[in-house]
């Protein structure tokens, strides 16, 4: 299940709950707090741009935590780059200790220079 914080209701919310109170509030339409910009769909509530850190429709997931800079693609959650030491398409799969400094192909896992 998705949570996340709704200011207007001091609550955590599923999805469903954060879409009806996000688009009723005051009788008004208002897009969900985690959208970056304050824009979203006015028909689905989902957000067109997430803050850094966040992803999915209404940007209440965090990144995987081994993302570098803690940026991630915003529909899926899939890592830009990883941390070092990390690979994957989610930064969940560790390097070889074979590998030098830990570093290694983000896709593939391979040792760099090899």
Do not use: I
Request: net charge neutral; hydrophobic share 20%.
């Amino acid at each position: 299940m998705m949570l996340f914080w709704s200011y207007v209701k001091c609550k955590y919310l599923d999805v469903q709950q954060a879409r009806t109170v996000s688009m009723t509030v005051n009788g008004n339409f208002h897009c969900p707090q985690t959208c970056n910009g304050g824009n979203c769909n006015s028909s689905t509530g989902a957000c067109f741009y997430c803050f850094s850190g966040t992803y999915n429709d209404y940007c209440a997931e965090a990144c995987p935590d081994n993302c570098k800079d803690s940026v991630c693609e915003r529909k899926f959650g899939n890592c830009f780059d990883c941390n070092p030491g990390w690979y994957g398409d989610r930064c969940y799969q560790g390097c070889s200790q074979n590998c030098s400094g830990m570093s290694c192909e983000r896709t593939t896992g391979n040792c760099f220079g090899k």
